[in-house]
């Protein structure tokens, strides 16, 4: 069975995504206000970065529907 690196990697960017953001929600709003134009920059890039997680998770998931099991 061949290691299939998109698991781990989807893994790792959901849960840091949604660490970010969920930061990026819970973060006082005059902060962002004042330092970013009125963007919250942890909410977009939380949320980037879980939609990329969750496309690596889905592309995993296909792959192994895809690949039929080993035969002896």
């Known amino acids: 069975m061949i ?3 998109r698991l781990p990697i989807g893994l ?3 849960c840091i995504g ?3 953001a969920g930061a990026g929600f819970l973060g006082d ?6 330092h970013s134009a009125g ?3 942890d909410v977009v890039w939380g949320l ?3 939609g990329f997680g ?3 998770l889905l592309l995993a998931a296909l792959a192994r ?3 039929p099991p080993p035969t002896r």
């Open 3 to 5: 290691f299939d690196v």
């Open 39 to 41: 963007l919250n920059i």
């Open 29 to 34: 709003p005059a902060v962002f206000a004042a």
């Open 48 to 50: 980037v970065m879980a």
């Open 65 to 67: 529907r895809k690949t």
């Open 18 to 20: 949604v660490l970010v």
């Open 54 to 56: 969750s496309l690596m």
């Open 12 to 14: 790792l960017f959901l």
